[in-house]
């Protein structure tokens, strides 16, 4: 199935990276500041939003998260990384507590230094995106959120707004009474699409595409039309 919507007018906000692999089958390969992420809070995004994107991935807060991620203590955000941990012990569980850095410290903040460049590079980048209100951003919650809800949504969108930018699509696995592949209108720039599935954390390639496809070609549509209606508003 080809996209039936334009991957550029959209950006991943996390909480993983499920929706970048979404975006990269669509043929958009814009790195962006959240595409690679994984955020276990809503919080943590809002927080990082409000403070403009500014202050992450500093080397002295970056901590092992898994083997092939660093976490940036400062937001609690993990970000993929070259710089590679283990597991301290294999009889606990594999949180970030339980990891260690196995890259040698030289090494280590070398390649830590060089990420923190293109960490800003991605932050200005989605900063001036929000700027000027040229995305449909995207946030898939963590399955693990359970509590999520639109209250939390509404908070999000409530960031973004304060830098300029309207328009957010949450992404949830639909419900027993829901239909999956539909998007409602919450509020005027707050759109909720439900999904069938998400990918399995073992592998986030393994997304329900064509229901992505439909989420994001609807969202477009929606989204569209509030600005006609802006637009019409402004006319009369």
């Known amino acids: 199935m080809t996209a039936e919507f334009d991957p550029s007018a959209f950006e991943s906000l996390g909480g993983n990276c499920e929706f970048g692999f979404v975006l990269s089958r669509c043929g958009q390969e814009e790195a962006t500041a959240f595409r690679w992420t994984e955020i276990d809070e809503p919080s943590q ?3 990082a939003i409000d403070a403009d994107l500014q202050g992450m991935f500093e080397v002295e807060n970056i901590a092992p998260c898994n083997e092939g991620m660093v976490l940036d203590r400062g937001f ?3 970000w993929h990384s070259h710089v590679r941990s283990e597991v301290i ?7 970030p507590d339980n990891y260690r850095f196995v890259t040698p410290e030289d090494k280590r903040r070398t390649l830590l230094e060089d990420q923190k460049k293109k960490v800003a590079h991605l932050c200005d980048r ?4 929000m700027r000027l209100n040229s995305r449909i951003f995207v946030y898939r919650p963590l399955r693990r959120n359970k509590g999520f809800g639109m209250d939390s949504a509404m908070r999000i969108l409530e960031a973004l707004e304060r830098k300029g930018a309207e328009k957010l699509l949450v992404v949830t696995e639909a419900g027993p009474t829901d239909t999956p592949g539909t998007v409602e209108r919450v509020c005027r720039g707050l759109l909720h699409g439900r999904i069938d599935r998400f990918a399995p954390g073992s592998n986030a390639k393994a997304f329900s595409f064509d229901i992505w496809v439909s989420l994001c070609s609807q969202a477009q549509a929606m989204a569209a039309q509030t600005i006609e209606t802006l637009y019409a508003g402004t006319q009369a």
């Open 76 to 78: 609690n955000i993990a």
């Open 126 to 129: 989605t900063r001036e995106h």
């Open 89 to 95: 012990d294999r009889g606990k569980l594999a949180l």
């Open 45 to 47: 995004l809002v927080r």
